[in-house]
Structure formats: structure tokens, C-alpha cells
């Protein structure tokens, strides 16, 4: 069963991800790739797509609220690492709540996460 994230992806669609540049470390392998990035201000960049009246992360794969996938998981910059989905560590998350509300989504609820479980 997929987890609850790969079947929505609506705060990638939300929110403007903005962090310091020294999240970009093309280098090491391990940092936001910079062609994703653009420039915000001197010291922060922010997802293309994030900065927009209709905010898409260039990075969002799929559809969202059927699938959808980071294309950087691993690579995604610390404001995507510190949104909680709601009820994944048993407390309610307001950022993925209000993502999900605006996408038509329902908020997730602890059963979301009992079949996670149990898959
Ligand atoms: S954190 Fe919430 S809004 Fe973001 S992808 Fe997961 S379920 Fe969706
Ligand atoms: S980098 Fe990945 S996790 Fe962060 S907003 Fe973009 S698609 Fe979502």
C-alpha cells in the first residue's frame, strides 16, 4: 500500500519551499539540485514553481491526491524534511491539513495510518 504522501503530494503544491543556499551543494551529490532552485534573495533560494500565485514544486511528479512522487526525495531541501503528514507520529500536522483542504483533500486521520500499518 502506498503511503499516505504518494497519494497526495498536496503540500508540494502549496506552500513556497525557501531555504539558504548552502542547501545547494551540487558537489557533494547530497544538496537540492541548483538547476531546481531559483534565486530568492541573497542568502535563500526557493523551489521553481514554489514562488508562484499557484505554487507547483518543479520537483512534484504525478497527480495530485491519486499519485505522486519527489524527484528529489533524497535530495529535497530542509522545509520539505520538517512537514509532517497529520497523525504519522499520532499528532496533527496544521501544514498538511490546510495542503490537503485546499486541494480538496480530506485531513489525514489515524486510521490513514492503522492500513498504512497493516499493509
Ligand atoms: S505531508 Fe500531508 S499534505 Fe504533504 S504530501 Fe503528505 S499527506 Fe500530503
Ligand atoms: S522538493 Fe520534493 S518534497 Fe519538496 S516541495 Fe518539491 S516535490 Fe515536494
Not at 531559483?38 to 497527480?63: S, V, Y
Request: charged share 20%.
Amino acid at each position: 500500500m502506498l503511503h499516505p504522501c504518494q497519494r497526495c503530494g498536496a503540500c508540494c503544491a502549496t506552500y513556497r519551499v525557501a531555504f539558504h543556499w548552502m542547501e545547494t551543494m551540487d558537489d557533494s551529490g547530497i544538496g537540492v539540485p541548483e538547476a531546481l532552485a531559483e534565486t530568492l534573495d541573497p542568502h535563500r533560494l526557493a523551489m521553481r514553481g514554489t514562488n508562484a500565485k499557484a505554487p507547483r514544486c518543479i520537483a512534484l511528479h504525478g497527480d495530485i491526491g491519486i499519485e505522486t512522487a519527489c524527484t528529489i526525495y533524497a535530495r529535497r531541501p530542509s522545509p520539505c524534511r520538517a512537514v509532517m503528514a497529520s497523525y504519522e507520529d499520532g499528532t496533527v500536522s496544521p501544514q498538511c491539513d490546510k495542503a490537503r483542504l485546499l486541494h480538496g483533500l480530506a485531513p489525514l486521520t489515524p486510521a490513514d495510518w492503522v492500513a498504512q500499518r497493516a499493509s
